[in-house]
């Protein structure tokens, strides 16, 4: 059996919430609480302000009730009522994720970028967006995150052809994808969760880039990449950003990009100093409430 601990939180602890799920070897993912825009279109959403972050324990091999004494402490310590949690069982082969996806619409992201379901009908007007298609399953990165915007936005001025790029934490895989279908040569997504390549190799096969785009199952610390990229994208949470910045900087060339995010407003300035002490050159900084995203140059 399966045990998801679903916390409803807003948005500035998702962060800290996320370090709980690593300190306690759990998988975890987070679902940014939208509503429709009244009177918009039909890809057009409001963020509500709270997220839901899911923790996924197995009540055969993990003490899920020690884990769950672990979650009711830290709410306690973020002054949050206990009504904040609650738990589901779900059989080993049940799809847990079928309630997400039944709310996983169409949406806009920048000016010119459209994701969607496989399930879901074309806009009308796709012939002119750059379309990525995205069947989450037990991964990190629908669109609807304020981080992969984010991430997206930095991306979409880009001129992108021909170059060679690395995803740190590819989740999903949507900013890798998107990168391929902007007409990059290559590169490798790196993602920790065994789960999560496995659906990305499956999204990828949705977009038809399977044959062109590396997808990895690794740790950072024993990742090492066979030549120097020409761009790097990572979107992770701050400590693992400060702790693994060293060795990303020796992936990339001189003159690289970066964009990074992943960040929350209480870490930013840490960030940013870590980005100075190991040669990076902050261009643009950019936020979407309590999240920011960068664009560097690696000097």
Not at 63 to 75: C, F
Not at 95 to 101: K, P, T
Request: hydrophobic content about 45%; charged content about 20%; aromatic content about 8%.
């Amino acid at each position: 059996m399966l045990k998801r601990f679903n916390l409803t939180v807003p948005v500035d602890l998702e962060e800290p919430l996320l370090g709980l799920a690593d300190r306690l070897g759990l998988s975890a993912f987070s679902s940014p609480q939208i509503r429709d825009a009244v009177g918009k279109g039909e890809t057009d959403f409001i963020l509500t302000g709270e997220t839901i972050v899911s923790f996924i324990a197995s009540t055969v091999e993990q003490d899920t009730a020690a884990i769950e004494a672990e979650i009711v402490a830290w709410l306690k310590d973020f002054a949050l009522a206990p009504a904040c949690l609650n738990c589901e069982e779900y059989a080993d082969n049940q799809d847990w994720m079928l309630g997400f996806r039944e709310h996983f619409k169409p949406m806009r992201v920048g000016d010119s970028i459209i994701i969607r379901p496989p399930w879901a009908e074309p806009l009308p007007d796709e012939d002119s967006a750059t379309t990525i298609l995205i069947d989450p399953g037990m991964a990190f990165g629908t669109g609807t995150h304020e981080t992969t915007r984010l991430c997206l936005e930095l991306l979409e001025p880009l001129n992108l052809a021909g170059s060679y790029f690395l995803d740190i934490g590819a989740g999903s895989g949507i900013l890798a994808f998107y990168m391929m279908k902007r007409g990059a040569s290559g590169g490798i997504a790196v993602e920790i969760e065994g789960a999560a390549v496995e659906n990305m190799r499956k999204n990828a096969a949705l977009n038809g880039i399977s044959d062109r785009l590396q997808m990895l199952c690794a740790d950072l610390a024993s990742f090492s990449p066979s030549l120097p990229a020409e761009g790097l994208i990572a979107n992770i949470t701050s400590p693992v950003i400060i702790e693994y910045l060293p060795l990303m900087s020796q992936w990339v060339r001189s003159g690289s990009w970066g964009v990074f995010s992943g960040v929350n407003s209480t870490n930013a300035d840490s960030v940013k100093q870590a980005f100075a002490a190991n040669g990076w050159r902050l261009v643009n900084e950019i936020t979407d409430g309590d999240w920011h995203g960068f664009f560097l140059n690696r000097i």
